[in-house]
């Protein structure tokens, strides 16, 4: 393991540094990754940020977005990226698998891996770690970890801190969360003091729909929704051919599982999808109710409490049954 003052030694000097995040990245994994890049920039570090996937175009406005790789359109460029690597950050997972193909060569670096995270049960691949489930982003966390463990806090410039504010405006549903605590808005005030535009940077984030997605989500709301009164519960479905003909694209689904959760009786929403090779879930959930339980024990997947995902290889029909078929055993969190 790495302890910090080793850590802060080796940052002391230029470093070749990879900055890496979950695959589809949604706004704490990226304003994260570049509100970190940003900081090391700065302090003359030779800093890259490699996204195993696209990501969506309402998060291609943060400082420094142009200069990220996409692992699977510059593979050879992102492999020789990790090998050359002294330092791995690694931030907003902590599972290898996490990140797809990239992870068979971060995992096989020799370079030092600094974890960021916030989720539960972390793998054990990394150096240094920085973490805590109880924190709302790991923008939050990233912004700690400049602050109390790396110093240099007049480097959290306006850039530094419009990515982190974004990273925490997404991963708290607009500071809707319980763990939005006063803490955070403590940060959140320091990063609008250190430039962060806060009007601004919601509407680059929420205001910046295509007609298609929006016809997709009225769609979605008219067609695709379902409740179960007796579970407290419902349900968005839908299938290939509902994403080909409002030719969806990278991040267009995000966020709709939420209009679900909205209905003043649901506890439980959940977003389902059939992608190329497998269905995708999105659960969210409203108070102790934990969601994320279903995804680890029905759907390979894991998460926060109130937010988290899963996949299937089975069929929509047979993962839309099975869902319904798992409430039975919760409906006493449900209906309480």
């Known amino acids: 393991m790495l302890d910090l003052a080793s850590l802060k030694e080796l940052l002391a000097q230029p470093q070749k540094i990879v900055i890496t995040t979950h695959h589809k990245p949604d706004g704490d994994a990226m304003g994260s990754s570049l509100g970190l890049y940003n900081y090391l920039v700065q302090l003359g570090h030779h800093a890259k940020v490699i996204a195993p996937t696209d990501y969506p175009d309402f998060l291609s406005w943060m400082p420094g977005n142009e200069e990220v790789i996409i692992y699977t359109e510059n ?7 990790v090998a050359e690597a002294a330092i791995i950050f690694c931030l907003d997972f902590n599972h290898l698998s996490r990140i797809n193909q990239l992870g068979e060569l971060v995992g096989a670096s020799k370079a030092y891996k600094v974890m960021i995270d916030h989720h539960l ?7 240094y770690r920085c973490w805590n489930i109880n924190a709302c982003a790991t923008a ?8 109390n463990e790396l110093g240099y806090k007049e480097y959290i410039n ?6 982190l504010y ?28 250190a430039g962060a535009v806060n009007w601004r940077i919601h509407d680059l984030i929420y205001n910046s729909s ?4 929006l016809r997709f989500l009225g769609y979605c709301l008219a067609n695709k929704l379902e409740i179960l009164p007796e579970y407290n519960t419902a349900i968005i479905y839908v299938s290939k051919a509902d994403i080909q003909q409002f030719n969806v694209n990278t991040g267009d689904t995000e ?12 506890r439980l929403a959940a977003f389902i999808v059939e992608r190329k090779d497998m269905v995708k879930l999105s659960l969210r959930s409203k108070g102790e109710f934990p969601a994320n339980e279903i995804c680890k024990k029905y759907f390979s997947g894991g998460g926060h409490r109130n937010a988290s995902g899963g996949q299937s290889n089975k069929s929509l029909d ?3 049954a099975e869902f319904k078929s798992i409430l039975p055993e919760y409906k006493k969190l449900l209906i309480q």
Not at 75 to 81: Q, S
Not at 121 to 127: G, I, L
Not at 174 to 193: G, K, M, Q, Y
């Open 75 to 81: 593979t050879e460029e992102a492999a020789l990226l």
């Open 121 to 127: 049960e972390p793998q054990d691949f990394d150096d």
């Open 140 to 147: 939050q966390l990233v912004y700690g970890f400049i602050i």
């Open 158 to 163: 306006k850039d530094v801190a419009s990515c």
């Open 166 to 193: 974004a990273g925490i405006l997404t991963d708290s549903a607009s500071f809707r969360l319980p763990n939005t605590t006063a803490e955070v808005h403590r940060i959140v005030a320091d990063l609008i003091d």
């Open 210 to 213: 295509s007609e298609n997605r």
């Open 255 to 266: 966020g709709i599982v939420n209009y679900a959760l909205s209905i003043a009786s649901i």
């Open 318 to 320: 047979e993962v839309v």
